[in-house]
């Protein structure tokens, strides 16, 4: 018997692509439901070659469901969440919401997998800020050689990480500036098409963005809470992919050499990294894609055992939805979870 999965925020960017992932790797579901808002109740999206029709959230009862992949926004997870939880259906959830809470584990199975143990406190389990997944796959295994000290990251990050409005305005920008029409700016805060702007998520007191404290935050959560790092996030034009600039400062020596060998091995990464033209990954390429790409490792002369890298990954897959189905894997893969219709 397999199990009882709900995906919830299933007409979304990340649930559409939960509903993908699911079917590509075959996870053991006997039956997958497809959640969202009332306005979209009886419409259709694609499991594989099956079309589910979408239920309303509000009021789908979980009791026979083992495992809800959330992804419809942090004011909707603070609501629904604890009450499935308590349905005794395991959260796995995308939004911020849990992130920072104490009995709740955010995981990257490359990272942390034994964190997991703990989720049946809330049964909620949390998924990292897309930024962040990738950021960690790529800096354990370095952390694990090396002893990071310090990681300064610049992101530029894509527009679909904004939702399916996100996407729609870059588009919708783009041709406006084509055909001479007005560009009107909704989503973002200035215009994005041709452009990039270095604010995403809410200002916080001291001036960073919420988007960049969660990298700080989610980095020594999952990592190592001694770890420095600094960040400035950036949206830029790009429809898929996010791409980070990350300068990352050792306690032991390491050569770029060295990097590239221990990524090379390392779980969820791919090193893409000739020193010629196209060489490199850049985010276009990574779209669809599971890996996280490492190109441009390079040694840091200007302080003591430093390196430089380009860490780019697919944000809806690796960054949000894969990382999900990764952990359901985890649960079932550690006997943490037992399907109910089995287990009646
Ligand atoms: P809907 O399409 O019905 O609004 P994205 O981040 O790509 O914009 O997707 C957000 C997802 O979260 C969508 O599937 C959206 O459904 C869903 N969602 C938003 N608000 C709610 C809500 N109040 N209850 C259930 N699902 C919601």
Same mark, same amino acid.
């Given at each position: 018997?397999g199990f ?7 007409t979304?960017?990340v649930?559409?692509?939960?509903l993908n992932?699911?079917?590509?790797r075959?996870?053991p ?6 959640l969202?808002s009332?306005?979209s109740?009886?419409?259709e999206?694609?499991f594989?070659?099956? #079309?589910?029709k979408?239920q309303n959230?509000?009021n789908?009862d979980? &009791?026979?469901?083992d495992?809800?992949?959330m992804?419809?926004?942090?004011t909707?997870s603070?609501?629904? &969440?604890p009450k +499935?939880g308590a ?5 796995i959830?995308n &939004?911020?919401a849990?992130?920072?809470d104490a009995?709740?584990?955010? +995981? ?7 964190? +997991? ?5 809330k049964?909620?389990?949390a998924?990292p800020?897309?930024?962040t997944?990738q950021l ?7 952390h694990d050689?090396a002893? @990071? ?10 527009v679909?990480?904004a939702?399916?409005e996100?996407?729609?305005e870059?588009?919708q920008?783009t041709?406006?500036v084509f ?6 700016s909704?989503k973002f #805060?200035?215009? %994005?098409?041709?452009?990039? %702007?270095p604010? @995403?998520d809410?200002?916080?007191e001291?001036?960073y #963005? ?6 700080l935050?989610?980095?020594k959560k999952m990592?190592?809470p001694k %770890?420095?790092v =600094?960040?400035?996030?950036?949206? /830029?034009p /790009?429809?898929i992919g ?5 300068n +990352?400062?050792?306690?032991?020596e @390491? #050569?770029?050499d060295?990097?590239?060998? %221990?990524?090379r091995?390392?779980p969820?990464?791919?090193? !893409?990294?000739k020193h ?6 850049t985010?276009?390429? &990574?779209?669809?894609?599971d890996?996280t ?8 002369? =200007?302080v003591e055992?430093g390196l430089?890298?380009?860490? /780019? ?7 949000a ?15 943490? !979870? ?6 009646a």
């Amino acid at each position: 018997m397999g199990f009882k999965i709900a995906v919830a925020g299933a007409t979304g960017n990340v649930g559409r692509e939960m509903l993908n992932i699911l079917s590509e790797r075959g996870f053991p579901a006997d039956e997958v439901v497809a959640l969202a808002s009332a306005r979209s109740q009886g419409t259709e999206v694609s499991f594989g070659d099956k #079309t589910l029709k979408v239920q309303n959230l509000e009021n789908y009862d979980f &009791s026979d469901t083992d495992i809800c992949l959330m992804s419809a926004g942090g004011t909707v997870s603070q609501k629904y &969440s604890p009450k +499935i939880g308590a349905q005794g259906c395991v959260v796995i959830d995308n &939004s911020s919401a849990w992130r920072y809470d104490a009995e709740v584990p955010l +995981i990257v199975p490359e990272v942390n997998p034994d964190a +997991i143990a703990g989720f049946s406190k809330k049964n909620i389990i949390a998924n990292p800020n897309c930024s962040t997944a990738q950021l960690v796959v790529a800096l354990k295994p370095l952390h694990d050689r090396a002893t @990071i000290k310090r990681v300064v990251v610049s992101t530029y990050q894509s527009v679909s990480g904004a939702g399916k409005e996100g996407m729609d305005e870059l588009f919708q920008q783009t041709r406006a500036v084509f055909v001479a029409d007005p560009v009107e700016s909704k989503k973002f #805060t200035k215009r %994005i098409a041709f452009n990039v %702007i270095p604010h @995403i998520d809410n200002f916080m007191e001291d001036g960073y #963005t919420k988007e960049e404290w969660k990298v700080l935050a989610e980095t020594k959560k999952m990592l190592d809470p001694k %770890i420095k790092v =600094t960040c400035t996030a950036v949206r /830029v034009p /790009v429809f898929i992919g996010h791409s980070e600039s990350v300068n +990352i400062e050792f306690e032991k020596e @390491i #050569t770029a050499d060295e990097a590239r060998e %221990i990524l090379r091995e390392a779980p969820g990464c791919q090193v !893409i990294d000739k020193h010629e033209n196209g060489g490199y990954i850049t985010p276009y390429e &990574s779209a669809g894609e599971d890996a996280t790409y490492i190109s441009r490792i390079r040694e840091d002369a =200007t302080v003591e055992n430093g390196l430089n890298m380009w860490v /780019v990954s697919d944000n809806l897959r690796k960054g949000a939805a894969l990382n999900a189905i990764q952990i359901a894997e985890l649960l079932v893969a550690r006997g943490l !979870i037992k399907a109910k219709k089995q287990a009646a």
